[in-house]
């Protein structure tokens, strides 16, 4: 995607979809031009995209953004970038007041705050919530506490990668909630959206130096490695450096575990355990402790955290055989096996963390940083 004209295309140069809203500018003035020094983040608290888009054009709904981004990443445009939109309301930053005038909204389509109904009972107008779509949570603010919709990863792909094509293109100050602009009469994004990282990716996808591309190896493979934990919502890109385009998969989730190989310029080769591959910025790759462990019995690796997963090519784990921790969810856990089990290498999946006991074999290079 690019900015042209203040407008959203994509590369090829088509405009995304814009529908236009009598909510901007000022009254006599619906051109009145934005100042651009912050972006705000919202969700909509609708239904739908398509039903928030047709609210925000209403001349009854006060309100409006430059762009919705719905549950499946699709942008619209209702504002150009360097107009006012109606996004934040009485709201206060850095001593301005009122930052409709100098920031850019962004509203991602979600339910909003769905109160306290609690597991198996979570609805917005009537219509039930998976409870695996729902993070239970108190507000950074101290209320409400209870339940909040995540956000898909795919909205949260195309919100990151526009979030840092506007901080690049316009020379934003920061990325913020608009909880943090009006606390108290406002929640969102809310306990769901990872405020913290996705303000450092997003700066810094628009912030770091752009240096000439090297692409990684021809075969593939990545070099001896480390294991390292990811900061924050990370970007993984072709090459080192913010000018390369980012990689399927990317951006990583903070706490991803990944292998960091070859530094340059800053930037690091990494690669996880699910297999996306690419360079990242080294600042936000912290070591990661060395989580190793014995199998006490021969034991079955499932698709998923329970025995009703069905196991994973190359279970069972014979007794002895040595796998790293990955995660860890009730009792169980996901473990990556060390070197090969049943003559099969590379196997990943879940198992009943009871039988696993803490291993006192080193394994070479294992949270240790490649570069010493
Ligand atoms: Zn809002």
């Known amino acids: 995607m690019k900015i042209v004209n203040h407008r959203l295309v994509k590369?090829?140069?088509?405009?995304?979809?814009?529908?236009?809203?009598?909510?901007?500018?000022?009254?006599?003035?619906?051109?009145?031009?934005v100042k651009h020094r912050w972006l705000v983040m919202h969700y909509t608290a609708g239904g739908s995209a398509s039903e928030s888009i047709d609210w925000l054009a209403n001349p009854e709904a006060g309100a409006s953004a430059h762009i919705v981004i719905g549950k499946d990443g699709r942008i619209t445009q209702m504002v150009p970038f360097n107009i006012r939109s109606w996004h934040a309301g009485e709201s206060e930053w850095k001593g301005v007041k009122f930052l409709n005038g100098h920031s850019i909204g962004i509203e991602l389509d979600g339910f909003g705050f769905l109160g306290n109904a609690g597991p198996g009972k979570w609805k917005f107008k009537g219509q039930s919530i998976p409870d695996s779509e729902v993070v239970v949570a108190?507000?950074?603010?101290?209320?409400?506490?209870?339940?909040?919709p995540r956000y898909p990863q795919k909205q949260l792909d195309v919100a990151l990668e526009l979030a840092a094509l506007l901080v690049k293109t316009y020379g934003l100050e920061d990325v913020i909630g608009h909880d943090d602009i009006s606390p108290g009469r406002k929640q969102d994004p809310g306990p769901a959206f990872d405020m913290a990282g996705f303000r450092a990716a997003a700066m810094a996808g628009g912030a770091a130096p752009v240096v000439t591309p090297t692409p990684p190896p021809a075969d593939g493979t990545a070099p001896a490695t480390a294991r390292f934990r990811v900061k924050t919502t990370l970007n993984v890109r072709s090459g080192p450096g913010a000018s390369n385009p980012t990689v399927a998969g990317s951006p990583l989730a903070a706490g991803t575990f990944v292998r960091a190989g070859r530094e340059q310029d800053g930037w690091r080769q990494v690669t996880t355990e699910g297999g996306v591959s690419g360079w990242a910025s080294a600042q936000f790759l912290e070591p990661a402790p060395a989580a190793l462990f014995t199998v006490s019995t021969s034991l079955n690796i499932r698709g998923g955290?329970?025995?009703?997963d069905a196991p994973v090519p190359g279970s069972p784990l014979?007794?002895?055989?040595?796998?790293?921790?990955?995660?860890?969810?009730?009792?169980?856990?996901?473990?990556?096996?060390q070197g090969a089990a049943n003559g099969r290498s590379g196997i990943v999946g879940w198992v009943a963390a009871r039988f696993l006991q803490p291993s006192v074999i080193p394994v070479s290079g294992?949270?240790?940083?490649?570069?010493t």
């Open 366 to 371: 294992i949270g240790q940083p490649a570069e």
């Open 11 to 33: 590369d090829d140069g088509t405009p995304y979809p814009f529908r236009d809203t009598p909510n901007r500018g000022l009254k006599g003035n619906k051109n009145a031009p």
């Open 318 to 337: 014979p007794a002895g055989t040595i796998v790293e921790g990955l995660q860890d969810q009730g009792d169980w856990k996901r473990v990556a096996v």
């Open 305 to 308: 955290p329970s025995a009703g």
């Open 138 to 148: 108190t507000h950074k603010f101290g209320k409400p506490k209870g339940g909040w």
